[in-house]
């Protein structure tokens, strides 16, 4: 009996995107460059669709014309659904309508551009007009925004373009693929053997020396969201950048991160960024979803729910980060 080689190991490229790093990763080597160009591709429409920093993108249209109904493109309805189902599933913990009180904070262009020491006193907040008062058409894809409104679908956004890229690369190659944004990651099609090994890490753009605590993924998705990764100071203040809707500030500092796994990486980033908001809640409205999740408090702390299994150290390295966005 001829022994069967080892499969190759995955093909890698990482390179700037939307903000942050994109990470594509495929079992078939040779189909790499259909894999890039299909991501490439698909990232570029869901800036020029969602990017609230871009003068030309829809979202900046919308943003523009609130109090005025409009009809928006397709992606752009894929994408609000998204949101609003977010909004929806959190009790409004997640809501799209945060967008004036993340400017008002200084999140007011790419992070890369935001001032890391800021004199200025931060705004006394002020509650997010609310996801229900949009009011929307999914048949007609007519949009009125209430006036004074902007969106925000940061939180949502990327992390749908990384299903959508995980989707439509193994479909059209055929081979295993893993898309990772930052802390939204996807992947789609036949896992590497012993599923894909990703690396948790507090920052997915600085995860340390050492190999952080690892899980195997075979399919669906993880996302991580914390309060360490996207900071800046005002008024004397640490800022971070996911905002508690009823009340416009910085949610509270409870949880350095929050990684979920679900389905769908839009699932496991609403679960994530929701828990990050509940702050001392989370534990238990988390037990309620069901979902596999880990959450380690600012102390280091590590809570683990629905069946997470116990931290193992990742072999140098893995194949992406988990780190939250």
């Not at 099609?189 to 190999?211: F, K, N, Q, V, Y």
Request: net charge positive; with cysteine; hydrophobic share 45%.
């Amino acid at each position: 009996m001829t022994a069967r080689a080892p499969a190759p190991p995955p093909a890698r490229v990482v390179f700037p995107a939307l903000g942050t790093t994109a990470d594509l990763l495929v079992t078939a080597p040779d189909t790499l460059p259909a894999a890039t160009s299909l991501l490439r591709a698909e990232l570029a429409a869901a800036d020029l669709t969602c990017s609230r920093f871009r003068p030309d993108s829809e979202l900046t249209r919308v943003n523009l014309g609130a109090g005025v109904s409009t009809t928006v493109s397709a992606r752009f309805a894929e994408a609000l659904h998204a949101a609003l189902r977010a909004a929806r599933l959190t009790g409004g913990a997640v809501d799209p309508t945060v967008g004036n009180a993340v400017i008002a904070l200084g999140y007011d262009r790419t992070f890369a551009s935001v001032r890391p020491e800021d004199a200025r006193p931060v705004p006394v907040g002020s509650p997010a007009p609310g996801w229900q008062r949009i009011d929307f058409d999914p048949r007609t894809r007519r949009l009125r925004l209430p006036p004074h409104t902007r969106l925000d679908l940061g939180a949502t956004a990327k992390a749908l373009a990384a299903d959508r890229a995980a989707r439509r690369a193994a479909a059209t190659t055929g081979s295993g693929v893993l898309v990772s944004l930052g802390g939204d990651l996807a992947v789609a099609g036949p896992p590497p053997e012993g599923g894909w090994r990703i690396s948790l890490a507090d920052d997915h753009a600085r995860p340390g020396t050492r190999p952080g605590p690892a899980v195997a993924v075979t399919s669906g998705a993880l996302a991580t969201s914390g309060v360490r990764a996207r900071t800046w100071r005002r008024g004397g203040r640490t800022l971070h950048h996911i905002v508690d809707p009823a009340s416009g500030e910085p949610a509270p500092s409870v949880w350095r991160t929050v990684t979920v796994a679900a389905a769908s990486c839009v699932d496991a980033n609403t679960a994530s960024t929701a828990a990050v908001v509940f702050g001392d809640r989370a534990v238990p409205w988390l037990r309620d979803t069901a979902l596999p999740a880990r959450l380690t408090g600012l102390d280091g702390t590590v809570v683990r729910l629905a069946g997470w299994p116990a931290d193992t150290r990742a072999p140098a390295p893995a194949p992406a980060p988990g780190g939250p966005r």
